[in-house]
């Protein structure tokens, strides 16, 4: 084999943006901050428009079985990890750093598996793929923005009864100093939620729902609004 086929083989493949555009023309996306209500806005759209569901962290189903430190380090990070105890105690810059690095590497696994389902298919996707990338394969009726305030985004991060969270929240409780760790955690997701990043989210130019009463029941109006932005009806 020539050498000059091997570099081309080698190259990395890339997919025009127009070619991806078509091919979920039938996906949409809600993308936003913590505690915002997007896990929950998927699971009812999906349920009422009969679309395929792909809920937080759907991209990690296959992961096990390709993911390498070389080709994938912040995905590849809890294979490398001493333990859990230093996943929740690295510094807000670290923290950072691992989240938007993660998100990149998770938007080419997130190509990837919307590419097998059916392109007549429609699915809705709970999404952390970077606002550019959304811009890129997708359009402003197809891709939706959910926040809630930076406050509610932390204090009530573990507010919520799913096994991810919930293992976090032991795992703070088992280190060495508790209020210490918890403190540090916290100013880990102040930094992922900065206000920087919500006004980032907030003139990104997609549709846009803020999440402000946590008391009052607001799933079926908001719902609505986003069946009605995406076009379902």
Known sequence: MSKSLVEDINMKIEIESNILRYYFRNVYFINGTAYAGKSTMV??????????????????????????????????????????????????????????????????????????????????????????????????????????????????????SDEEKQFLLEQIHLSENPEKTMDNFKECLARINSTERYHEFLNSGFFTIVREDTEADTRIDTMNKLAEHFQLE
């Open 43 to 160: 699971a009812m759209l999906a349920e009422k428009y009969a679309m395929v569901h792909c809920g937080e962290n759907y991209h990690l189903k296959n992961c096990d079985k390709f993911v390498t430190p070389e080709y994938q380090p912040c995905i590849g990070y809890f294979h490398t990890m001493k333990d859990w105890q230093e996943f929740i105690n690295r510094t807000p810059d670290e923290y950072e750093k691992w989240i938007d690095g993660s998100s990149l590497e998770a938007a080419q696994i997130e190509i990837a598996e919307l590419l097998r389902i059916p392109d007549v298919e429609k699915v809705i996707v709970d999404t952390n793929m970077p606002l550019e990338i959304l811009r890129e394969i997708s359009d402003y009726h197809h891709v939706a923005i959910m926040l809630s305030p930076q406050s509610m985004s932390i204090e009530r991060f573990f507010d919520r």
